[in-house]
Structures are given as structure tokens and as C-alpha cells.
């Protein structure tokens, strides 16, 4: 019996062994997840003060030298370009290879290798996105300059230097959950996570939705409720501001050029969270009589963080800000003569063409009087677990054809027979912009750079210790029609296409205007006047205006009051939204409750704080408002959703057009809502909600718990990752824009001159390792609003308190 025993334990301890070391579907071998050679045991790291390490890595042509500080910031000096961005790969690698592969391989459409089959759809759609055939292109263009090329070569050797020597044991904690390893870095990686970038900041189109509008209520009444320019705005480019060039001959919009659609899906949206803010004041407003520049791009908060901090030091350069891991180079920052900032333009650059094919067979399609052929492009898609699915991708001049009239889009984002037309699928060059920028001194060294950017548009801000500021809404801008692309395009008229492109050096830009300032937040790139076509729409102008009603107000600016602008939640919406609302209320129909809340609105100072339960109702107000005027005239019908107009036009409506038709509900038929009645039944129903959610109107309705600010893993749904219910106040449109899923990924202020003097914060870490100190540490200076200084060596042998550890690379 003791015999029989003994087998039977041994089998059950050898099936689990084998259980527990293989992968089941998508559950992980948690046999290698536990064990204590090489699971996560293995992932924990302590604090590296005063460790000094040499290491000899094949691939390096000198020695270099990296002195962390005590953020774990990673200062890289090197006697060659090459051995900087070499030991730049090296490093983030190191600290973030997980992220950087993850999200190459998210942007590849190449997840179903991770995950399985339940990621087919996802990466079919990035595939017929034509996502891969952008990250070629692009890479075509970064390796035809010699500079950007050793970059990229110099970047992948050091990331492929440290996988080689990279263990199973220590894996970042990702692969061992979902059960895969590292694979070689290539260029094509770097061009994925730009390309990645182009689709988070310039995919955005309402041209389906628009359709459908136009459709249900035609052309006059559409272009009433969406103008091309707002009733209010202050553009990034000052008003009056003179255009110093000749236009070229712009193409005139031809006769019946847009078409409506009989599958009109609706394409991804842009979210009012994704956007940023940047602006320079000038040394007149200045206290040091130098210019101060500031910027907080805003993006997903996401762990680990979009941004990675580092210096990068050879005789040919200086400079110090923030990467993205995966690209060589400083995406933000400053060297010791210049400083820069991004914010998003929003340009319309991504356009829908229906297109005509000859037969069943698509071989041909019909485009200006005649056919022309069909390019096939096979996408290969790997399955884990399964046998491959090959996809075959349909390509016209145009650009894909994302999904034939009888497929079933994904998720019902993408329109059917039709082409996209995307500046993300251009031959493009934008590392060499940064390239510039991170050697710049000059202001005509940041007009160069710029020439050479195309996409995502960007609004680059500009200061430097001469003196000067400046701003740019910049990229490659496609010359086209006033309005071409608001609606559905004819794809068989050459007269919709792209005619050209605006010319670089005309990208609106001003320097040194009289105001002592410039400044971005996604609003309009201009007034009415500059000659070209970028957008119809651009992102509300209540950021923008506040920004610029603080700076025009400042004197003697220093960084810490740039800091606070930074943080500043004062709801500017608001302040313009309640004095059209409140005396519209009939304060006779609400309940006791109802009156209360109101009461509390009225007493409101407009500050989005966190315990502010007054911008909790506002915000929620807001929408419901929006549902009662809108919903029943332009209602998502099945497969032909609508949007509604902006936030701007309707303030319009509600101050100046009080007795619209727009006001009554055309589903009622008994009587005739007014005014009066949408602004107080969507109050009440603001309350009743408000209430059933967090019980009496008291401090559960306060706005932080409200908006649930959280900083997430990349991995949807590990929370233990993760930093949920972050209390900070602000909001969408507020100049502190911290939102629910996105808000300030970095805040930087820097103070130019002849020592300049920086500072900065993201939310979260230098390392992607939930078991590194360095994972979290900068969540709570990020959340009270404070910055860190930036430390900028000149020096390996410089001597400072903050400098933590060395790390020497040699061949």
C-alpha cells in the first residue's frame, strides 16, 4: 500500500510539475511565474546608491560612462554620437524592454502572438490600417539620412546588446505573466512606436459622422450648426499676426465633391483628454530677464510611463528631457542654448475615399475617367497557438481599403468600401527634427529642424538664451480645399484628391510678438485670415483662454508661477457656461434636493478642486444638457450615428439664439419645450443621477472621486499594477487636464540663459518594474503638483549629492 502511495504522489507531483511549466490558453506557466530561480521572485530590485558597475558590451567604440541620479534618471556621456544613443538603447532597455516591445508589437497588429486568437480582429484592423506600410515607409525616409540612420542603428545595437545578455530569470514580470520572451530589437520597432504616436494624435476623423449629419438635415442647417470657425477664440498665432509670404495657388473645391455613404460607421473620435499645453514668455515679462518655457503634454497616464527621462552628453551635444522608449534621441527638452515643447495640432489629415471597383474581382478601381489597378499587400498575422492567418489588404493611390462593403468592420470603427488617405502612410523623416533640436542654438537652427517634420502636427514652442520665443503649429500639411474632408469623399474624382502639400516655410509661426508670450492648448492654429486649410474643428478654446488671460496678466514671471499656471484648475468653461445656464433655471420645478445642488452651484468660485462637489455637478450637467438638445435631432440610428455640434456652438445657442428650434423635443407632440425646459429638466436629471449614484448631494459627490483619476498598467485590468483613484483635481478643458485615463504625462519648466535651469515630473517612474523603488516614486510629487529639479551635468567627473550610481560601458 505504501508502494501504491508513494507512485500516486509522484505522478500527481510530476503532472503538476508539467502543468504548472507549460502555458494553458492564455493562462500563464505558473509553475515558472512562482518558481524562485526564475519567476517574479526574481524581479525585485532595491535601491542602487553607490553602486559603481563596469561592464564590457560588444558594440560600443569607446568607453562610456552613465551616472544615474537619484530619480534614476540615466546621464549618458559618451566620446561619440554613436556610443550615446548606443548606450541610450542600452539603458531604457533595461528599464522599460517590455513596454517598448509591447507597444511596437500593439502598433504591428502582432498581438494575437501574445495573447492568442481573442487579439485577431486588433491586429487585423492595424494591418488594414495600413500601419506596417507607415512604419516601412517612415523608416525609409529616417535611413536615407546618414544621421538618423546611425541613430537608429546605433539605438537597436544597444537594446539588442542587452538582450543578449538578458536571462530568463529576469524577464520583466510582463513576459512571465503572459508567457513569452524577448525578441531582437530592429529599426522597423523604432518607425512602429512613432507610427504608433501618429495614429494616438492624428487619427481622429468625424467625416462619417458628419456625412450622416449632413444627410439627416442637409447641407444649410450642417453648415449652421458646425461652422468653420467659432463664434470664440484666441488662437495660437495672435490675432493680426501678418502672413510674410505669397500663398501658392490653393485648388478650389469642385461642384457635388463630397458623397454620402450607405455604411457609415463610426471612426475613432478624438478624446478632448489627448491634448497638452505649452507656452514661452519672453524676457521682458520674465524676472530674470531670460525667457521661461513650459510644457505638459497631455496623453494616456499610463504605467510604465509614456515618457523616460535622460541626458544625452558628446562634444557634438548637451541636452536633457524626455524620450520615448524605443526612439533614439530627446523628444522634449532643452541643451544649454535652446528649449522646446510640443503640443498637439489636430490638423485634418486623414481623409475617406469610396471607392469603385471594376467587378467582384477588384483587380481595378475608377479614378479620374479611367481604371487603374489594385495593389494586393499579403499581411501575414502569427496566432499563438494557432496556425497563421494570412490577410490579403486591398491598396489603391489613395491609400487601404480597410474593409470591403461586405465585411464586418472592427468594432464597427471603419466604414466599409472605402480608401484612407493618411499622412501616417508617408515617407517621412520626423527623427531628424529631433535630431536638430537636440543640438539647436539658434532660432533659425529650430526653423531647419522643423522643416523636416511631417506627423503627428504639432504645436512646437521655442525659447532660447538669446532671447527669443516662438511658435509653430507644424507638420505636413496636405493642400487642399477649404472644408475638403469634412464629409466623405467621391474616391473616383482626382479633383477630392491632395493637391500638394503647404509649403514648410508658410506653416503659420510667429516670433517675438508684442504680447511677451506665446502659447498652445489645441485650439485653432489661427484666425480667418492665414490663406490655408488645416482643420474645421480644433479642440474648445477655454484652455487656451485661460492660459493666455494668466500669462497677459503676469509680471516678472518666474518658474514657480509657471508651475502653478501648470496646476491651475480653474474651470474657464464653466465661468462662461453657468451665466447663460443659471438664470434659465425655473427654480419652482425642482424638488429639495434639487435646490440644494443648486444652490451649491451658484455659490461655486470655478476652482475644478478635488473636494469641489459643484464641478462634479457641472461636469455632469454638461452632458446631460448636451443629450436633451441634441439626441432627439441627431439620435445614433442604427448603423448611422451622429455626433453633436461642440461645446462652443452650443454656448452660441444658448446666448444667443434662446428661441431655436433645437430647444424642442420633435418626440414629444403634445407641446413645445423651451429654453427654460431643456436647462432645467437636464439640472434635474443631473441630480437625480448624481444622487442614485453616491446617496444625499454632500461630500461623496466631491469631483476627484467623482473622476476616479487613474494611472493604469498597459495591461488592461492589472490593477496591482497599477495607481487607481489618484486625488487631483482638474479636468478635460481645464488647464490642469488630469482626467479619468489621461492628463499631464510630463510637466516641464525650464529657464533659459546663460546656466539654464530646469525642472520636471510624470506620473510614475524611470523603471517599467513594479518591483523597482523606481517604479511609483514620482506619482505624489506629480500628484501635489510639484517638480523636481532636472539635473544638467557638463561633466563625467562633475561631483553632486544627487548622483546615485555609475555604470561604465566599455568594448
Given at each position: 500500500?505504501k ?16 502543468s ?7 493562462v ?13 521572485w526574481?524581479?525585485?530590485e532595491i ?7 563596469t ?5 560600443t ?23 550615446a ?15 517598448m ?35 516601412e515607409?517612415?523608416?525609409?525616409g529616417m535611413l ?14 544597444g ?74 477664440e484666441?488662437?495660437?498665432i ?25 455604411m457609415?460607421?463610426?471612426w ?5 483628454a ?62 544649454k ?22 467587378d ?40 487601404p ?6 465585411e ?13 488617405r ?5 515617407v517621412d523623416?520626423?527623427?531628424?527634427t ?26 512646437f514652442?521655442?525659447?532660447n538664451a538669446?532671447k ?59 484666425d ?37 499656471l ?36 451658484r ?14 455637478i ?11 438638445i ?17 461645446a462652443?456652438?452650443?454656448?452660441q ?18 407641446r ?10 437636464s ?5 437625480d ?57 510630463w ?16 506620473p ?20 501635489k ?11 563625467a ?8 550610481s ?6
Open positions: 500500500m508502494i501504491v502511495i508513494a507512485l500516486l504522489c509522484c505522478l500527481i507531483s510530476i503532472g503538476l510539475t508539467v504548472l511549466d507549460r502555458q494553458w490558453g492564455t500563464p506557466a505558473f509553475g515558472r511565474l512562482l518558481s524562485p530561480f526564475e519567476g517574479f526574481q524581479n525585485a535601491e542602487d546608491a553607490g553602486s559603481e558597475q561592464l564590457s558590451i560588444e558594440g567604440r569607446d568607453q562610456v560612462t552613465v551616472l544615474f541620479d537619484d530619480l534614476h534618471v540615466p546621464h549618458i556621456f559618451a566620446r561619440n554620437d554613436y556610443d544613443y548606443f548606450a541610450q538603447g542600452y539603458v531604457t532597455a533595461r528599464d522599460r524592454l517590455w513596454q516591445e509591447f507597444q511596437t508589437h500593439a502598433a504591428a497588429g502582432r498581438i494575437s502572438e501574445v495573447i492568442g486568437e481573442r487579439a485577431l480582429e486588433l491586429d487585423r484592423n492595424k494591418r488594414r490600417l495600413g500601419m506596417a506600410y507607415g512604419a515607409q517612415s523608416l525609409t536615407a539620412d546618414p544621421a538618423t540612420r546611425s541613430a537608429l542603428e546605433a539605438y537597436t545595437a537594446i539588442n546588446a542587452y538582450i543578449a545578455q538578458l536571462k530568463p530569470a529576469r524577464h520583466p514580470i510582463e513576459y512571465k505573466l503572459l508567457g513569452y520572451a524577448p525578441e531582437p530589437w530592429t529599426p522597423l520597432k523604432c518607425a512602429f512606436l512613432l507610427k504608433q504616436m501618429t495614429q494616438t494624435l492624428a487619427a481622429g476623423a468625424d467625416d462619417l459622422l458628419m456625412t450622416n449629419v449632413r444627410r439627416k438635415l442637409g447641407p444649410a442647417l450642417t453648415a449652421n450648426l458646425f461652422p468653420d470657425y467659432p463664434f470664440k484666441d488662437p495660437i495672435p490675432v493680426g499676426t501678418r502672413w510674410d509670404f505669397t500663398p501658392v495657388k490653393i485648388p478650389s473645391a469642385p461642384v457635388d465633391s463630397e458623397t454620402d455613404s450607405s457609415a460607421w463610426n475613432q473620435r478624438h478624446d478632448p489627448i491634448g497638452s499645453n505649452n507656452w514661452a514668455v519672453g524676457p521682458q515679462k520674465s524676472a530674470t530677464g531670460y525667457p521661461i518655457l513650459a510644457n505638459d503634454p497631455h496623453l494616456t497616464l499610463s504605467l510604465p510611463s509614456i515618457w523616460y527621462q535622460i541626458q544625452l552628453v558628446t562634444p557634438t551635444l548637451n541636452v536633457y528631457g524626455v524620450s520615448l522608449p524605443g526612439a533614439p534621441g530627446v523628444i522634449i527638452g532643452f541643451n542654448e535652446v528649449a522646446w515643447g510640443v503640443t498637439n495640432v489636430g490638423a485634418d489629415v486623414l481623409d475617406f475615399y469610396k471607392i469603385r471597383f471594376r467582384n474581382r477588384r483587380q481595378e478601381y475608377w479614378h479620374d475617367g479611367k481604371w487603374k489597378p489594385v495593389r494586393r499587400r499579403i499581411e501575414r498575422i502569427k496566432v499563438k497557438g494557432k496556425p497563421d492567418v494570412v490577410d490579403t489588404v486591398l491598396y489603391t493611390h489613395h491609400g481599403v480597410a474593409y470591403l462593403l461586405e464586418k468592420p472592427f468594432t464597427t470603427n471603419i466604414p466599409t468600401g472605402y480608401a484612407i493618411w499622412i501616417a502612410h508617408e523623416n520626423g527623427l531628424k529631433f535630431y536638430l533640436l537636440n543640438r539647436a542654438k539658434t532660432y533659425d537652427d529650430y526653423v531647419t529642424a522643423l522643416s523636416f517634420y511631417t506627423a503627428p502636427a504639432q504645436n514652442v521655442f525659447a538669446a527669443d520665443i516662438a511658435i509653430s503649429p507644424n507638420g505636413r500639411f496636405p493642400l487642399k480645399w477649404r472644408g475638403q474632408g469634412k464629409f466623405l469623399l467621391d474616391g473616383t474624382r482626382a479633383a477630392n484628391d491632395w493637391q500638394g502639400w503647404i509649403p514648410a516655410a508658410q506653416n503659420p509661426r510667429v516670433k517675438n510678438p508684442p504680447r511677451g508670450f506665446v502659447s498652445s492648448a489645441n485650439q485653432f492654429s489661427t480667418p485670415t492665414y490663406p490655408y486649410y488645416i482643420n474645421w474643428e480644433f479642440e474648445t478654446p477655454d484652455r487656451g483662454m485661460r492660459i493666455n488671460q494668466r500669462l497677459a496678466a503676469m509680471q516678472r514671471v518666474t518658474v514657480d508661477s509657471l508651475r502653478q501648470q496646476n491651475d484648475v480653474y474651470n474657464h468653461q464653466a465661468s462662461t457656461f453657468l451665466p447663460v445656464l443659471l438664470p434659465r433655471i425655473r427654480e419652482k420645478d425642482l424638488s429639495g434636493s434639487q435646490k440644494q445642488a443648486l444652490r451649491t452651484v455659490q461655486w468660485n470655478y476652482q475644478q478642486d478635488t473636494a469641489s462637489v459643484a464641478g462634479t457641472f461636469m455632469e450637467w454638461l452632458e446631460h444638457l448636451d443629450r436633451v441634441w439626441a432627439d435631432d441627431l439620435p445614433d440610428e442604427p448603423g448611422q450615428p451622429m455626433r453633436f455640434p461642440n462652443v456652438r452650443t454656448l445657442l444658448l446666448s444667443e439664439e434662446p428661441d431655436a428650434r433645437w430647444f424642442d423635443n420633435v418626440l414629444t407632440t403634445n413645445k419645450e423651451t429654453i427654460q425646459d431643456a436647462v432645467t429638466s439640472f434635474q436629471s443631473t441630480i443621477s448624481l444622487a442614485k449614484q453616491y446617496g444625499p448631494l454632500g461630500k461623496s459627490w466631491a469631483w476627484a472621486d467623482h473622476k476616479q483619476t487613474g494611472v493604469r498598467h498597459l495591461i488592461p485590468g492589472l490593477d496591482a499594477f497599477s495607481a487607481l483613484n489618484v486625488q487631483i483635481g482638474g479636468g478635460p478643458r481645464i488647464v490642469n487636464a488630469a482626467g479619468r485615463r489621461a492628463g499631464p504625462s510637466r516641464m519648466v525650464v529657464q533659459t540663459g546663460p546656466q539654464p535651469r530646469a525642472y520636471g515630473v510624470f510614475g517612474g524611470q523603471s517599467g518594474n513594479p518591483g523597482s523603488p523606481y517604479y511609483l516614486n514620482m506619482l505624489e510629487t506629480w500628484r503638483g510639484e517638480l523636481y529639479e532636472l539635473l544638467y551635468l557638463q561633466s567627473a562633475q561631483k553632486h549629492p544627487r548622483i546615485h555609475t555604470l561604465t560601458l566599455t568594448r
